[in-house]
């Protein structure tokens, strides 16, 4: 078949994607319940540590969007009028970009894992802390 590499190309992007959004609905739960700890919670200083988090997520966030539309772009690069390129058809800068989002997406993954599990342990000790 002609397009193995641009079809295990597409389907990583598309896999990237699905990821992405799935990570954005993720990140909205922990920012709800950031949130709520606000609403809730009359601690002094409470806000500034929810903040953090909030930040944090924030920039993930937006990091997340921007890859995704680099995702977008390399997807218009194998996939034109509906039909995926031919191997011979890939050249070095496809290849060189989709490492690269590779990459990206790895790095991203990583630090989204990181956020998310700081923002829990944060939640889990602002509830202990209240009850």
């Not at 924030?58 to 772009?73: G, V």
């Not at 993954?109 to 998310?116: L, R, V, W």
Request: proline share 1%; glycine share 4%; aromatic share 10%.
């Amino acid at each position: 078949m002609p397009t193995t590499i641009a079809q295990r190309y597409f389907e990583e992007l598309e896999n990237w994607s699905e990821s992405i959004k799935f990570y954005s609905v993720e990140m909205n739960h922990l920012e709800s319940k950031l949130y709520e700890v606000i609403r809730r919670n009359s601690v002094v200083g409470i806000a500034d540590k929810v903040n953090t988090y909030q930040v944090s997520l924030n920039n993930l966030s937006e990091k997340f969007d921007s890859l995704l539309e680099y995702i977008d772009a390399q997807e218009s690069e194998i996939n034109i009028d509906g039909k995926l390129l031919d191997d011979l058809d890939i050249g070095f800068e496809v290849d060189k970009q989709q490492s690269e989002l590779r990459r990206k997406m790895k790095v991203l993954e990583k630090k989204f894992i990181d956020a998310k599990y700081a923002c829990n342990n944060f939640l889990m000790g602002s509830t202990k802390n209240k009850e």
